[in-house]
Nanobody
């Protein structure tokens, strides 16, 4: 089993920045990939950034150039640096880890971009 805990969300003005963290515990061996998703009210959950075991990254077009995903393997922590935030980035942000044991989700952290 893997437990994921997101943190770092909050209220920020348009153009501002936030850094989300996702701490992983439990059996993370056999890691395939780890990613950030978000879900806005009334919308489907969407993948916005993913990083593979080998450090390869990919981003949704909506966040490319503004968000940066990274991980600290020694701390079992995933990060999402979010810059130039827009009101349409408002959502609950989740981290997802896929390994040989399955797919795991955190509880999410709310990000609200508003003036």
């Amino acid at each position: 089993q893997v437990q994921l805990a997101e943190s770092g969300g909050g209220l920020v003005e348009p153009g501002g920045s936030l850094r989300l963290s996702c701490s992983a515990s439990g059996s993370t061996s056999g890691l395939n990939s780890i990613a950030w998703y978000r879900q806005a009210p009334g919308k489907l959950r969407e993948m916005i950034a993913r990083i593979s075991l080998y450090g390869l990254t990919n981003y949704a077009n909506s966040v490319k150039g503004r968000f940066t995903i990274s991980r600290d393997a020694a701390k079992n922590t995933l990060y999402l640096q979010m810059d130039s935030l827009k009101p349409e980035d408002t959502a609950v942000y989740y981290c997802n880890l896929v390994n040989l044991g399955g797919s795991y989700w955190g509880q999410g952290t709310q990000v609200t971009v508003s003036s």
